[in-house]
């Protein structure tokens, strides 16, 4: 049995993973309409009903916007650092009252069918934001995007990972000569913001080197990127590194992803 990874949605228009194994089905944000989550896991033959569980990065609502509807509509448990805890009860109105919250404390593995799930803080401009890391059947994947550098509480996290969804929001120069106004591009590259194309290579070399065979580049800006721009940096910083044997895949923006297998 597979350890597998869909992306419903990648980008700052909507963010939404699934793992599966097995029977297992986790969803880690719910950045898309409930509509669209629903429809593009009928594609694969699932409800939101067979979730075992729906994890949250963080806060903003390209990771959120479809959560209140989803959980109005469905029971799934939802699982997230304490801040983002507090945090989605004060702002989800169907998660304010009843007991589908659950706080995870970063390192701490939590059981979820049989899927092991455990977070590790990310460096980004929402307090408690963090990324996850899966393991089922000796394989283990992991989901990094939305953090502004390769942080310790992230490199110590990102060992031995087989598959991994990786931040590839911007390549620096456009971003600086493109349309965003400059406080934006100041965010964006800070120490809160996010990984540019040239942060994920180096960090794609990392995990290559530590064993990862499949990585996806995740959360691509649409204004200063594009998918041939960060394969491009990527693959050759991987292939600098001599680790050009690692496949290499894009996640679509707006629609159901590939499988992505280990
Ligand atoms: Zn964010
Ligand atoms: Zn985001």
Redesign the pocket.
């Known amino acids: 049995m597979q350890l597998q990874m869909y992306t419903l949605a990648s980008g ?1 228009s909507g ?1 939404c993973v699934l793992l599966s194994y097995g029977e297992s089905h986790l969803l880690v944000d719910a950045g898309i309409s409930c509509r669209k989550i629903t429809t593009r896991l009928g594609t694969l033959g699932l409800t939101p009903g067979d979730l075992d569980g729906l994890l949250v990065t963080h806060t ?1 609502a ?2 959120i916007c479809g959560l209140n509807v989803l959980c109005k509509r469905w029971p799934v448990p939802i699982y997230a650092s304490g801040e983002t805890c507090a945090d989605l009860a004060r702002r989800v109105p169907s998660l304010a009252e009843g007991d589908t919250l659950h706080s995870l404390i970063p390192g701490e593995p939590v059981q979820l069918g049989e899927i092991s799930a455990q977070s590790f803080a990310t460096p980004h401009d929402a307090p408690g934001s963090v990324g996850y890391l899966f393991s089922a059947g000796g394989k283990r994947a992991a989901v990094v ?2 953090l502004g550098y390769l942080a310790p509480t992230v490199s110590d996290a990102l060992t031995q990972v087989d598959l991994a969804l990786v931040e590839a929001n911007h390549d620096v120069d456009w971003l600086r000569t493109g349309p965003y106004p400059y406080y934006l591009q100041e965010r964006v590259l800070g120490k809160y913001g996010h990984l540019s194309n040239e942060a994920c290579g180096e960090l794609s070399v990392r995990l290559a080197r530590s064993g990862a065979s499949t990585l996806v580049l995740a ?1 691509l800006s649409q204004e200063n990127n594009t998918p041939q721009r960060a394969k491009e940096t990527v693959s050759h910083m991987l292939e600098s590194a001599g680790c050009g044997g690692v496949q290499l895949y894009v996640a679509p923006r707006d629609e159901l992803s590939q499988a992505y297998c280990v």
């Open positions: 700052s963010n903003h390209d990771h995007t939305d959360h």
